[in-house]
């Protein structure tokens, strides 16, 4: 029995023990090493020359509306040539907005989100669909939110306009004996020769139809009033113009006019 323990003592005495220790690098010789310097430098260098190249690009892209065979066409230029060409068109139409919502406030006339889907829901369905309208979106170069901002313009100028219109159940039966076949092609096509549209049928959407012809005719008369009402600097048009405390001055008359609007309504209220 201890001849047995003594071997298996001397077996296990036999067993080599290993152990093994982790060198730590040597960062201090390897970042001061000549390789570890050369490989910065030609890191360093690629990444300057890709930041180099992505500022090309951002400058071909972001500054230029065209490069042609690498020389770039500023956008500085083309929105000069904008400006010069079309600059009072579109400032006209941005007064002409300004004035209209402006017109809106004070009369307390507002568009409501059903009237905005419901004229969408029209348009969509007069172009023949979600697909065609979608492309007919890309087409006119618009998205759809300057869409709605367009039908809210007009739904704004279509309340106020409206209620002063002049005209008789003969004008708009004038106006259908003239553009019915416009207004209905499908239906005029279908006539015999010499037959005509029922106007009976048709009235109730012809007369929508010319309140909104009225409507457009009138705008240009209404808006052209309304600027000698607002006081309007148009800069697209001629230089503007500076004066002592001009900025505060105007500041304290919009704030007081829209304080004596307040006021009158509150007095048609009482009354």
């Not at 507002?110 to 065609?132: C, F, K, M």
């Not at 979608?134 to 100028?157: F, S, W």
């Not at 010319?210 to 048009?237: C, G, M, P, R």
Request: without cysteine.
């Amino acid at each position: 029995m201890a001849k047995a323990k003594s071997q298996k003592k001397s077996k296990e005495s036999k067993t080599p023990k290993y152990s093994f220790k982790i060198k730590k690098p040597d960062f201090k010789n390897i970042y001061s090493s000549k390789t570890f310097k050369i490989l910065g430098i030609v890191f360093g260098a690629i990444v300057i020359f890709i930041l180099v190249d992505l500022s090309v690009q951002y400058l071909n892209n972001g500054y230029s509306v065209a490069v042609v065979n690498g020389t770039r066409i500023s956008m500085n230029k083309y929105h000069e040539r904008l400006e010069s060409s079309y600059g009072t068109t579109i400032a006209k139409q941005l007064i002409d907005e300004q004035l209209i919502n402006l017109e809106a406030k004070k009369a307390e006339v507002t568009v409501s989100d059903e009237e905005i889907d419901e004229r969408l829901n029209s348009i969509i369905e007069s172009v023949g669909g979600q697909e065609a309208y979608a492309q007919a979106l890309v087409a006119n170069n618009i998205t759809e939110e300057q869409l709605i901002d367009q039908i809210t313009l007009d739904e704004l100028a279509r309340k106020i306009i409206e209620p002063t219109l002049e005209y008789t159940e003969d004008d708009i039966k004038a106006f259908f004996e003239q553009y019915s076949s416009v207004i209905y092609p499908n239906e005029s096509a279908a006539l015999e020769e010499g037959e005509k549209l029922d106007y009976e049928l048709y009235k109730d959407d012809v007369k929508d139809v010319f309140i909104q012809q009225e409507v457009e005719n009138a705008k240009y008369t209404w808006l052209e009033s309304l600027t000698t009402e607002y006081k309007i600097q148009d800069n697209s048009a001629s230089k503007p113009k500076y004066g002592v405390l001009s900025a505060t001055i105007n500041i304290v008359r919009s704030l007081v006019d829209e304080a004596n609007s307040n006021t009158e309504v509150e007095t048609e209220t009482t009354e």
